[in-house]
């Protein structure tokens, strides 16, 4: 039934409805499961799959298309909490939660729970520092708080930047995302995957905006925890006979180190990472003389297809050698970069556990009873992991298009409730990250690790063909053995293959590819809208044209949307780096931009104009500033290379927030109490933003 005052769904209906959606989605998988049995090939398992998620999200989102001024910028402020929770959760788990977590798990071990750690702890302190107070604002987005809270246009111009700035490097992760898992479930490309992704993105949020998109997102997050939740319960079943996969985590974790101690002492292993050694000591002689080594490399490499030739090798090794001579370096520039590529991958490969962290060694090895350089490594370890804790718990909580999410509940209590279900929905798959990081790590060392190269799977050889940066394997010895020095999975493919990595059909292979694909969707709708909408709402309204009619806004709005999407998809296409490391960056800026802001503008009644324009500018500029100066390749992009770079106590430039966040709070502190004390409607306005927690605005 329908409330009678406004013809909107109740609750009781949504419930029905998307508890249909979910039996629907369960009978789905359960369909194509029996298919695949009876002979579907894997093409069409994806492809239904893929196209269903898509024609039900694409069809929510037109169903819910709106010019409304309210309905589209915060979903006409009557999303239940229990479905806004869900909705953030979705808008929350991005493509560098669903498939980077367990992958940073993977690779990192203990260091990767920092990630856990930082974005569960951010969600509290939205709870309790900030969300119950911005909906008791009733604004639109995190700007028009600045702007009413500050005055002046300086707050919402510098707001209004940040939150492009800081969201389009957070989408352009999310369109990468979107390629990947696309290209995977179809077999496109990875720039058709891309297009055919951000169709799916426009369809959610063009036609309705906060509206569609709150919607969507509630599809969404079912789907992706779904997709999340089957495979690792079946590993956990298959693995230790029981579907609890946080009970199986300790003793998988048990097996997997001493899995780890056995190839420590493989003289296997020691070999290859000696041949590694070598070869990394070869590739900087040629380094060295590249016009020489070019020439040697053209002899040897003719002289190998001769030989083939005349020992009358299978046709497929000759025309094999043949596209290796044909792809060599025709210039010295490309030679060199070659060289160092391959320098580069040896080192980084010649390494105990392949360059695996320790799964449960705690920061570096040696501890503070170590050596002088084992202490060192120890305090630099732990300190970095303190600061992005504490980067990405401020910078969660200084997010925009998660701030922007309290805006859309009917009342302050269920701004703050649904916050709190927003930390369980998403709790549910970050206790299950390590588990599934340790499982998959189990299958790799225990049935992987040993295997005759001829005999490798078959998902591992299309991986390694479709995406070389993700997986490679070489016979680096020559043993016919596969080792785990000659294997590289990447982080981003932990996730996506952990199904085939434990033997489970293809369905459910496709599952997590679609739940990928919806956890990149739904942050994805969320960022281009912030982005869009502080635009026209923040900039082009509330600067540039304060007169502008609602409707027009709101087209502005779907215009920026789609414009602000293509160039997205432009700069993902260009392959960027690492999700999780590109995503991280995000944090920090936002962290420095809006947190000291934010916090004084409700908690400090003397916080000035000139004190928070300030801050947030100073806040930027320090985080922006270390991250530019002490990441080599983006400091050689803006020509900063002579100015070199220096870490203030070790701290990596993914955490520069943490110098960003009390210089911003230590230049607004001092420029408030410089200047003249706020007046009238401004005086009054922090107190009544933390007026009673059950005020309904």
Same mark, same amino acid.
């Given at each position: ?28 998988v359960l369909a194509l499961g029996l298919a695949e049995r009876a002979g579907l090939s894997r093409g069409w398992i994806g492809g239904i799959l893929l196209a269903a998620v898509v ?299 392949? !360059? ?124 016919g053995l596969l080792q785990l020095a000659e294997l590289w999975l990447g982080g981003d493919v932990i996730v996506l293959a952990a199904p085939e990595i434990g033997g489970l059909p ?28 502080a635009m026209s709402h923040d900039l082009y309204h509330g600067i540039v044209n304060p007169q502008a009619a609602p409707v027009r806004r709101v087209m502005m709005s779907k215009m ?78 803006? !020509? ?23 210089? !911003? ?9 410089? !200047? ?22």
């Open positions: 039934m329908r409330d009678a005052s406004t013809g909107r769904l109740t609750s009781r209906q949504l419930h029905r409805r998307y508890a249909l959606y979910t039996l629907g989605l369960v009978l789905l024609l039900v999200f694409a069809s929510i989102g037109f169903a819910s298309r709106t010019v409304d001024e309210v309905e589209y910028y915060v979903a006409g402020r009557r999303v239940p909490a229990f479905y806004n929770g869900m909705a953030t959760a979705a808008d929350w788990m991005s493509a560098a939660s669903f498939i980077g977590t367990a992958g940073i798990l993977y690779l990192k071990g203990f260091a990767g729970l920092a990630f856990i750690l930082g974005w569960t702890g951010g969600f509290c302190l939205v709870a309790m520092l900030l969300a119950p107070h911005l909906r008791r604002l009733g604004a639109y987005t995190i700007p028009d708080f600045l702007a009413a809270r500050y005055g002046g246009v300086m707050p919402r111009l510098i707001g209004a930047l940040a939150a492009i700035g800081v969201s389009f490097v957070y989408v352009v992760a999310q369109i990468y995302g979107v390629g990947l898992v696309t290209s995977h479930l179809t077999g496109f490309t990875f720039e058709l995957g891309i297009l055919v992704g951000l169709g799916g993105v426009l369809m959610c949020s063009f036609l309705g905006g906060m509206r569609a998109v709150t919607w969507t997102q509630v599809a969404q997050y079912i789907l992706l925890i779904l997709a999340y939740l089957v495979p690792v319960v079946w590993l956990s079943v298959k693995q230790v006979g029981h579907p609890v996969p946080m009970l199986a985590y300790g003793q998988q974790l048990a097996q997997v180190e001493q899995r780890e101690r056995e190839l420590l002492a493989d003289a296997r292993e020691r070999e290859v990472i000696e041949q590694l050694h070598e070869r990394a000591r070869d590739a900087q002689r040629k380094l060295d003389d590249v016009p020489v080594a070019m020439a040697l490399d053209a002899r040897r490499m003719a002289a190998r297809i001769d030989a083939l030739r005349e020992t009358e090798a299978p046709l497929a090794r000759i025309q094999e050698a043949e596209r290796q001579f044909a792809r060599r370096p025709k210039d010295e520039a490309q030679a060199r970069a070659s060289y160092q590529r391959e320098r580069d991958l040896a080192r980084a490969h010649a390494v105990p556990l392949a !360059g695996l962290a320790p799964q449960s060694l705690p920061f570096a090895a040696g501890g503070p009873q170590g050596s002088g350089a084992e202490r060192a490594a120890f305090e630099r370890s732990r300190r970095n992991f303190l600061a992005l804790v504490f980067c990405l718990m401020v910078g969660t909580a200084a997010m925009p298009h998660v701030l922007t999410r309290c805006y859309t509940t009917p009342t302050v209590a269920e701004a703050r409730s649904s916050v709190g279900w927003a930390l369980l929905f998403i709790g549910l798959l970050y206790v299950c990250a390590p588990a599934l990081a340790v499982m998959v790590k189990w299958e790799v060392f225990s049935q992987l690790v040993g295997m005759p190269i001829d005999q490798l799977p078959t998902w591992l050889r299309a991986w390694a063909k479709a995406d070389p940066s993700l997986v490679r394997v070489e016979d680096v010895n020559g043993d293809h369905v459910i292979t496709a599952l997590v590819a679609a739940g990928g694909l919806a956890a990149a969707l739904s942050t994805a709708d969320g960022l281009l809208l912030t982005i869009s909408n920026l949307l789609l414009v602000v999407a293509l160039a997205a998809a432009a700069v993902a296409a260009l392959r960027v780096a690492d999700i999780l490391q590109f995503v991280a960056a995000a944090f920090s800026l936002a962290a420095s931009a809006f947190f000291p802001a934010l916090v004084a503008g409700i908690y400090w009644r003397r916080a000035t104009r000139a004190g928070a324009t300030c801050g947030m500018l100073a806040g930027l500029a320090a985080t922006a500033g270390y991250m530019a100066l002490n990441t080599p390749a983006l400091r050689e992009r803006l !020509g900063l290379t002579p100015f070199g770079g220096s870490l203030w106590w070790d701290i990596d430039p993914i955490a520069a927030g943490v110098f960003g966040v009390p210089v !911003g709070f230590a230049v607004l502190v001092a420029v408030s109490l410089v !200047g003249r004390a706020p007046q009238g409607e401004e005086a009054g306005l922090a107190e009544r933003l933390r007026g009673l927690p059950g005020a309904a605005h």
